[in-house]
């Protein structure tokens, strides 16, 4: 996704982003134009556009300039994007999934909602970097238990700042 760094952080950036995560893409942020960009400006810029993703964490963010005599920035961005390629086709087994998260579950289960325990089955990737957890009561998982399956996921199968994991809980 490229970003104009004289315009700024658009409204429609953000409904871009929530795509892209949605439809499990794997994607980093190019700001360009930096070259445009006082000095003193950099910083403030940097931290608003890093405020701004921060709710989908671990983005690849690139400042950029298009007519930049300097081409290693582009390698970067290219080997970056190869590599987010790359793990976005990784498919992990139902098997390896369920032995390291059923274990997982049952120790840091999800908190007990109006005295309802939710029960985890098993889990499966169903697709491109999209997870679905088979459980008894899947709509009272709150996006924290979530959050933390994610950062699970991510720690034991290293996968790249840039790609979303989208986790589901569905009934059995």
Known sequence: MVIDAVSGWEKQDM????????????????????????????????KKIKEKISYFEDIPIFFFSAFSKEKKEILKIMEELMRINENCKRKIKTKVLNDLFL??????????????????????????????????????????YKRFLENKL???????????????????
């Open 15 to 46: 409904n871009i982003l929530r795509i892209l995560k949605k439809n499990g893409k794997g994607f980093i942020v190019i700001v360009n134009k930096w070259d445009l960009i006082e000095k003193i400006e950099k910083k403030k810029n940097e």
């Open 103 to 144: 274990p997982i579950i049952f120790n840091n289960p999800p908190p007990k909602v109006n005295g309802k325990q939710i029960k985890v089955k098993y889990c499966t990737q169903f697709s491109k970097m999209r997870f679905v957890f088979i459980s008894n009561n899947p709509k009272y998982v709150k996006d924290s």
């Open 154 to 172: 991510r720690g034991y199968f290293s996968f790249l700042k840039g790609i979303p994991i989208n986790i589901y809980f569905k009934n059995a």
